[in-house]
C-alpha cells in the first residue's frame, strides 16, 4: 500500500485542499448532502496522500533501522517548515506518529496509524482514563475517554503548540488521520479548539476509531471553532442498524461504537470482565460503500471474507485512497485488485 512519496494530484483548478465547510454545530452523526461530500472529496484525498507519504517514509526509516532517515517525509509543493511528532512511549525510538507543515496562516498535522508494538499498546488499553488524573482535568475535554489514546494527547499537543507559537499568525489548523492517528487527532484537536478558542480547527480522519464516551462527543460535535469529517467504508451495507446503515467493510471505526461494547479480557490491557466499556463515534461521518467504488463486484467480493492478512487492510486503507482519488490523475487509486487475490495484502514492517 505504501510504496511511493509523491505530490498529491491536482483538480483543474490547483485548489487542492479546499478549506472545509461549516454546516454548523453540533455536528451532525452522519453527513448526508451529497453535494456537499462531493465538494469535499478531492481534497480528502489530498490530506490522505500526505499520510500515505508518512507511511512511506516510515517505511524507509525501518528499512534504514533508524527513527529517522534522509531525506525526510514528502512536503507537498508551498508547503515549508516541517516538525517530525513523536509519541511519548517510544522516545524517538520509532519513527515519527506524525509530521506538520505550513504554507502562510495555515498548518498541516498527518498522522499515520499503528504499525510499531509500541503502537498497539495504546490500542488495546481499551479502559477509561480515569477521569480525576491531571492529565486528563488538564486537557479540559469531558466524559470518559479512551485510557489508551489520551496517554499520548498531551505529549502530541504539546509538539503541536510548539509549531503554533513558532508561526503566530497561523489561523486555521488542519489535522489529517488515519486509524491510531485518527484517534489521537480525536483527543488533540478539540483541546486545541479549546485551549485557542480564536484559531480554526479542521479533522481530516479515516478509519478513525472512538475515543470517548457520549459527553466527550458531545462536548466535540458543540465546539464552535471546531469542523469535522470522519470518513468511514461501510462495505457492502448489507447489514442495517440505526442511524447509520453498515456492513463489514472498514471493522476498526465501527466496532467499538457502533456495534457493541468492549468488555475486560483476562491477560490483556484490560483484565475487569465485568467493565463493559462504550465508546461512540464523533460527529461528521461521511459514509460511503462499495457501489461508490468503480470497481464495486471486487469490493462485495472482498467485503464477504474478514481475513488478517486481505480484506482488513484492503477496507481500513486502501478504500479511503480508492473513493477519495476518483477525478484526479493519480493511477495509485487502489480500486482494482489484478496484481493480488486482495487487494492491498498487508506485510509487516515490524516483526520483532
Not at 219 to 227: D, E, I, P
Request: proline share 8%; hydrophobic share 35%; aromatic share 10%.
Amino acid at each position: 500500500m505504501y510504496e511511493t512519496e509523491k505530490e498529491p494530484a491536482q483538480d483543474d483548478e490547483s485548489s487542492l485542499p479546499v478549506r472545509m465547510a461549516d454546516i454548523g454545530h453540533p455536528l451532525p452523526f452522519q453527513i448526508k448532502d451529497q453535494a456537499l461530500i462531493e465538494k469535499e472529496r478531492q481534497t480528502a484525498y489530498w490530506y490522505y496522500r500526505n499520510i500515505l507519504n508518512l507511511y512511506t517514509y516510515v517505511k524507509r526509516c525501518v528499512q534504514a533501522g533508524t527513527a529517522t532517515a534522509k531525506p525526510p517525509p514528502y512536503v507537498p509543493r508551498g508547503y515549508h517548515s516541517q516538525r517530525l511528532i513523536f509519541t511519548s512511549s517510544n522516545g524517538e525510538k520509532d519513527p515519527p506518529i506524525g509530521q506538520s507543515f505550513v504554507k502562510g496562516t495555515h498548518i498541516v498535522v498527518v498522522m499515520r496509524g499503528t504499525i510499531f508494538k509500541t503502537n498497539l499498546v495504546q490500542d488495546e488499553t481499551f479502559e477509561y482514563a480515569n477521569p480525576s488524573d491531571s492529565g486528563v482535568t488538564a486537557s479540559g475535554l469531558n466524559g470518559r475517554l479512551h485510557k489508551g489514546f489520551f496517554s499520548e494527547a498531551l505529549t502530541l499537543t504539546q509538539q503541536i503548540e510548539m509549531g503554533l507559537d513558532a508561526h503566530p499568525t497561523v489561523d486555521l489548523l488542519s489535522f489529517a488521520g488515519h486509524s491510531l492517528g485518527a484517534a489521537y487527532i480525536q483527543l488533540v484537536a478539540p483541546i486545541l479548539a479549546l485551549r485557542r478558542p480564536d484559531l480554526a480547527v479542521e479533522v481530516w480522519n479515516f478509519g478513525a476509531p472512538p475515543a470517548g464516551d457520549t459527553g466527550f462527543v458531545e462536548q466535540y460535535n458543540a465546539l464552535l471553532n471546531l469542523r469535522a469529517r470522519s470518513f468511514m467504508y461501510i462495505g457492502n451495507g448489507l447489514v442495517t442498524s440505526a442511524p447509520v446503515p453498515y456492513g463489514i467493510g472498514d471493522i476498526i471505526p465501527q466496532a467499538l461504537s457502533l456495534c457493541w461494547p468492549v468488555r475486560g479480557c483476562p491477560g490483556t490491557q484490560n483484565p475487569d470482565m465485568n467493565a463493559a466499556i462504550k465508546y461512540e463515534a464523533t460527529g461528521g461521518i461521511v459514509a460511503f460503500y462499495s457501489t461508490d467504488m468503480p470497481n464495486t463486484e471486487e469490493w462485495n467480493r472482498v467485503d464477504q471474507v474478514v481475513t488478517l492478512d486481505s480484506s482488513p487492510s484492503a477496507c481500513h486503507g486502501c478504500s479511503y485512497l480508492c473513493w477519495s482519488i476518483q477525478g484526479l490523475d493519480d493511477p495509485e487509486n487502489r480500486c482494482y485488485f489484478a496484481e493480488h487475490p486482495w487487494p492491498c495484502p498487508y506485510t509487516a514492517w515490524d516483526g520483532k
